[in-house]
Every structure is written in C-alpha cells, then in structure tokens.
Nanobody, 116 residues
Framework: EVQLVESGGGLVQAGGSLRLSCAAS????????IAWFRQAPGKEREGVSV????????YAADSVKGRFTISSDNVKNTVYLQMNSLKPEDTADYYC?????????WGQGTQVTVSS
C-alpha cells in the first residue's frame, strides 16, 4: 500500500525556517518523482516543488525559488522541503504527492503558519 506521511509543520515567525519531511512507502522510491503542494485558506492547491528520484532533477515554483530547497534521502525513502526566509504568504497546509503507476497519492498534510 502506497503511503505518504508528512511531518515538520508548525508555527514560525516571518524570516524563520522549517523543514518538512515526507516519508514514503509501498513503492520503489527511486523510480518516481515526489512533489510538495500547498493550499492556503480560501485558495486553490498549488505546486511548490518536485524532485525526480530517478535522476535527482528538481523544480521549484517561482514563488519559493531561492528560499525553499527540496531534497531526497533514498535510504530513508524520505523527501524533505527545507523552507527558509518564510513569509506570512507561505502559510498553508503542505501536502506530499506522488503519481505511482498512474494513480495519484496524497499525504494527509502538515500545517505551516508564518506569523508577521
């Protein structure tokens, strides 16, 4: 069974940092890309960053480029999102996502709140 479990969210002041983790299981981690999405209150879910575990390539949305870094530990089957220089507009629920064999899987989400 594919599972994605996020952790690491919390309350932080503007300018601070958090590291989110996404622990994956139930599929061959090295073969798939894993992405982070976020959804702020009253807004649509948006893509934040993605890492392709097969070749290590990454992508980040313009809104987080230079502040957020995605990385992967292929031993722990975990993807991380290091978030620095956090802004109040980064406040959202953050979700881990993977498309495994044509089926979409989401984690339960972890809440990030950035106070001004």
């Amino acid at each position: 069974e594919v599972q994605l479990v996020e952790s690491g969210g919390g309350l932080v002041q503007a300018g601070g940092s958090l590291r989110l983790s996404c622990a994956a299981s139930g599929f061959t981690f090295d073969d798939y890309a894993i992405a982070w999405f976020r959804q702020a209150p009253g807004k649509e879910r948006e893509g934040v960053s993605v890492i392709n575990n097969s070749d290590g390539s990454t992508y980040a949305a313009d809104s987080v480029k230079g502040r957020f870094t995605i990385s992967s530990d292929n031993v722990k089957n975990t993807v991380y999102l290091q978030m620095n220089s956090l802004k109040p507009e980064d406040t959202a629920d953050y979700y881990c996502y993977a498309n495994v064999a044509g089926r979409a899987y989401w984690g339960q989400g972890t809440q990030v709140t950035v106070s001004s």
